[in-house]
């Protein structure tokens, strides 16, 4: 009933720029956090930055300085601008939802815990 597409990823050279959007499909009423995580090669999945529920931002240490996240509720979507890109930003960028209101049918429905199917960033010279 959810679906969260990445797109945006790609090959770029040491301190370049990437932009990556996601955009959340799907009857959806509201969406109360969403954010950017991401999983490099051997490594655990890790925040990159997200918006709480407060709608404020948090970010990595790694990347502080570097990343902004944003997002469009009027069109469900999120993004993250990256700059000043190192190798070790290198990995799998994983858009994430939290607690989604959506009408299924005649009726709404709350569902937690969404996840994108990810976007390769590969940090390279």
């Known amino acids: 009933q959810v679906q969260l597409v990445e797109s945006g990823g790609g090959l770029v050279q040491p301190g370049g720029s990437l932009r990556l959007s996601c955009a959340a499909s799907g009857t959806i009423l509201s969406i109360t956090s969403m954010g950017w995580y991401r999983q490099a090669p051997g490594k655990q999945r890790e925040l990159a930055a997200r918006f709480t529920s407060g709608g404020s931002t948090i970010y990595a240490d790694s990347v502080k300085g570097r990343f902004t996240i944003s997002r469009d509720n009027t069109k469900n979507r999120v993004y993250l601008q990256m700059s000043s890109l190192k190798p070790e930003d290198t990995a799998v960028y994983y858009c994430?939802?939290?607690?989604?209101?959506?009408?299924?049918?005649?009726?709404?429905?709350?569902?937690?815990?969404?996840w994108g199917q990810g976007t390769q960033v590969t940090v390279s010279s």
């Open positions: 994430y939802a939290d607690r989604v209101s959506y009408r299924s049918g005649t009726v709404s429905v709350i569902g937690y815990d969404y």
